[in-house]
């Protein structure tokens, strides 16, 4: 069963950049949709950014122009670059991905574990 593995969070102070990293823990067939949400307390889960096979992206109007995401084909990676962070951005990030494990398997949603971010003021 492949993981989704992240990486990149951790306390930042307000105004401060992070970078956030998330790829399959093994080898897959192909990857469609990747993307990252977040879920701050007493929240629900929502998208912040993703990107789509032929790299379209898609931003929550919360972020824009301050997070660009990524991805690295080569390595099925998909990067979050977060910059001018604010306190409001302090959630758990989630890694999200439309892969397809195998030729014979069909293509399914995966979640990583999720990442701390926290932005302090």
């Known amino acids: 069963q492949v993981q989704l593995v992240e990486s990149g969070g951790g306390l930042v102070q307000a105004g401060g950049s992070l970078r956030l990293s998330c790829a399959p823990s093994?080898?897959?067939?192909?990857?469609?949709?990747m993307g990252w949400y977040r879920q701050a307390p007493g929240k629900q889960r929502e998208l912040v950014a993703d990107?789509?096979?032929?790299?379209?992206?898609n931003y929550a109007d919360s972020v824009k122009g301050r997070f660009t995401i990524s991805r690295d084909n080569a390595k099925n990676t998909v990067y979050l670059q977060m910059n001018s962070l604010k306190p409001e951005d302090t959630a758990v990030y989630y890694c999200?991905?439309?892969?397809?494990?195998?030729?014979?398997?069909?293509?399914?949603?995966?979640w990583g574990q999720g990442t701390q971010v926290t932005v302090s003021s």
């Open positions: 999200n991905a439309d892969l397809k494990e195998s030729l014979v398997t069909w293509y399914r949603d995966y």
């Open positions: 093994k080898t897959i067939f192909s990857i469609n949709r």
């Open positions: 990107i789509r096979t032929g790299d379209s992206t």
